[in-house]
T-cell receptor, first 114, second 112 residues
Framework: AQSVTQLGSHVSVSEGALVLLRCNYSSSVPPYLFWYVQYPNQGLQLLLKYTTGATLVKGINGFEAEFKKSETSFHLTKPSAHMSDAAEYFCAVSPSGGYQKVTFGTGTKLQVIP | DAGVIQSPRHEVTEMGQEVTLRCKPI?????LFWYRQTMMRGLELLIYFNNNVPIDDSGMPEDRFSAKMPNASFSTLKIQPSEPRDSAVYFC??????????FGQGTRLTVV
């Protein structure tokens, strides 16, 4: 069984400020972990993923996330928010070894204040 | 590749009518997923196929919902009869053993 918890359904940051979106997962087997972004009226787009190897993964648009097994976390960060980062972000988990049944969190809407 | 293609993009139908949503996955992907997204329930996995075979349909809400994948390049999600509470955005996604899920643009369904 696997699940994802995203803390905070809405997060607001000022333009230029640090972005931190929290994700904790539960998985009975080693996980693959993902962050997806959804812009209004669009599908989900992959930001970054962790499968194996380096625990700090870098994605598109300056985002990165760190897999912390001891904390069962995979928080998403970006040093400096841009107006174009305003979107909804989804954390997701699947069993390692493939990309079969992916379980998504409930999403966090990021608002960037000018 | 054009990505995952869903049709129609928007569908408005009357309660009781049959609705069919269509999906063309990315060529070479062997897994296909149908998701439903609503404000209240977020993103829910309805069903997923592996090599055209339904593997897990535990997310299908009722018998009014059915999904088929007659071949590797086409899948349908059918609702019969439709109800207002079925109004949502329905996403199709495909993946392979080596790549993560890629999503289509979604079909916004409104049942009046």
């Amino acid at each position: 069984a696997q699940s994802v918890t995203q803390l905070g359904s809405h997060v607001s940051v000022s333009e230029g400020a640090l972005v931190l979106l929290r994700c904790n997962y539960s998985s009975s087997v080693p996980p693959y972990l993902f962050w997806y972004v959804q812009y209004p009226n669009q599908g989900l787009q992959l930001l970054l993923k962790y499968t194996t190897g380096a625990t700090l993964v870098k994605g598109i648009n300056g985002f990165e996330a760190e897999f912390k097994k001891s904390e069962t976390s995979f928080h998403l960060t970006k040093p400096s928010a841009h107006m174009s980062d305003a979107a909804e972000y989804f954390c997701a988990v699947s069993p390692s070894g493939g990309y079969q049944k992916v379980t998504f969190g409930t999403g966090t809407k990021l608002q960037v204040i000018p | 590749d054009a990505g995952v293609i869903q049709s129609p993009r928007h569908e408005v139908t009357e309660m009781g009518q049959e609705v069919t949503l269509r999906c063309k996955p990315i060529s070479g992907h062997n897994s296909l997923f149908w998701y439903r997204q609503t404000m209240m329930r977020g993103l829910e996995l309805l069903i997923y196929f592996n090599n055209n075979v339904p593997i897990d349909d535990s997310g299908m809400p009722e018998d009014r919902f059915s999904a088929k994948m007659p071949n590797a390049s086409f899948s349908t999600l059918k609702i019969q009869p439709s109800e207002p509470r079925d109004s949502a955005v329905y996403f199709c996604a495909s993946s392979s053993r080596e790549t993560e899920a890629f999503f289509g643009q979604g079909t916004r369904l409104t049942v009046v």
